[in-house]
């Protein structure tokens, strides 16, 4: 069964911690992203990957870094100088950029 | 400075009635449009697509409309189910330019038995 798994689903974490999501996908898609949900905001580019070893910031980079050392996996690290981290993530990926972007079932992230 | 925009927050329809989402966008090299169905605390679903060189496309209860000229697309419902209540993303891309989607706000549609 092709698709794109996310873990975990909720992840609490205390201020000033990194945190790491996971994302891993199966569909052999060459492009991943990471997107931000807030209420009322629609889905915001945090970081995405064209290929493997490659990655470009999106719209809200601050604060978060990956790493794309796997073709199948894309996680992301929310570190302690993102100010707000509370929100809902989502991981996607597509056969390349600029394609039909299938997405993960999200983590909810809340910070205490 | 939003380059794609769903101006209705919400719009609320009757069962078996006609849901029409409404979209905009102002940049005219997108050659790419999508609509993706969000329920709360999962992941978007994609819907249905249609490319710049087209003006229609149908896929069951599903249809997208594009007018280029008016730099507007619409996605119609027909006929509108209970199931269907959840939030639709509008999105764009170029194709051939390599960046990502970008996507509009999200309007929230509610369908009542």
């Known amino acids: 069964d092709g698709g794109i798994t996310q873990s975990p689903k909720y992840l609490f974490r205390k201020e000033g911690q990194n945190v790491t999501l996971s994302c891993e996908q199966n569909?052999?898609?060459?492009?991943m992203y990471w997107y931000r949900q807030d209420p009322g905001q629609g889905l915001r580019l945090i970081y995405y990957s064209q290929i493997v070893n490659d990655f470009q910031k999106g719209d809200i980079a601050e604060g978060y870094s990956v790493s794309r050392e796997k073709k199948e996996s894309f996680p992301l690290t929310v570190t302690s100088a993102q100010k707000n981290p509370t929100a809902f993530y989502l991981c996607a990926s597509s056969i390349r950029q600029g394609y039909t972007q299938y997405f993960g079932p999200g983590t909810r992230l809340t910070v205490l | 400075d939003q380059q794609v925009k769903q101006n209705s927050p919400s719009l609320s329809v009757q069962e078996g009635r006609i849901s029409i989402l409404n979209c905009d966008y102002t940049?005219?090299?997108?050659?790419?449009f999508l609509w993706y169905k969000k329920y709360p605390a999962e992941g978007p679903t994609f819907l249905i697509s249609?490319?710049?060189?087209?003006d229609k496309n149908e896929d069951g209860r599903f249809t997208v409309f594009l007018n280029k000229s008016a730099k507007h697309l619409s996605l119609h419902i027909v006929p509108s189910q209970p199931g269907d209540s959840a939030v639709y993303f509008c999105?764009?891309?170029?194709?051939?330019?390599?960046?990502?989607?970008?996507f509009g706000k999200g309007t929230t549609l509610s369908v009542s038995s």
């Open positions: 249609i490319s710049s060189i087209k």
């Open positions: 999105a764009a891309s170029f194709n051939q330019a390599g960046t990502a989607l970008i």
């Open positions: 569909l052999n898609h060459d492009a």
């Open positions: 940049n005219s090299m997108f050659d790419y």
